[in-house]
């Protein structure tokens, strides 16, 4: 089993910056594809950006592309969410998910990808 725990949500005024993280402890976290989802109340469960193993390949929902940054440290089992300009349409709980999945096997932005998962984190912003 992989335990996730996310921190850093909050408020946040709109054109303001968050940075999320999500702590991995329980199994080899430089193995594990890493993505970040969001669900709005009363709204599907959606991606927001994932990262590859090594780091070297990063993937964005269009509305994030520009604005939100994904990165890790293997080092500290650690995965990040830099958001910056943020809007109301941001405010969400943000989950954090390990895919142990590889190559071809891994759609960053799918939830089926993801074999485990964080509690989440509320984010809400301010207009």
């Known amino acids: 089993q992989m335990q996730l725990v996310e921190s850093g949500g909050g408020l946040a005024q709109a054109g303001g910056s968050l940075r999320l993280s999500c702590a991995a402890s329980?199994?080899?976290?430089?193995?594990?594809?890493m993505g970040w989802f969001r669900q709005a109340p009363g709204t599907e469960r959606e991606f927001v950006a994932a990262i590859s193993w090594s780091g070297g390949r990063t993937y964005y929902k269009d509305s994030a592309r520009g604005r939100f940054t994904i990165s890790r440290d293997n080092a500290k089992n650690t995965v990040y969410l830099q958001m910056n300009s943020l809007t109301p349409e941001d405010t969400a709980v943000y989950y954090c998910a390990a895919s142990g999945r590889s190559g071809s096997g891994w759609y960053p932005s799918s939830e089926i990808s993801y074999d485990y998962w964080g509690q989440g984190t509320q984010v809400t912003v301010s207009s």
């Open positions: 329980g199994r080899t976290f430089s193995s594990y594809a």
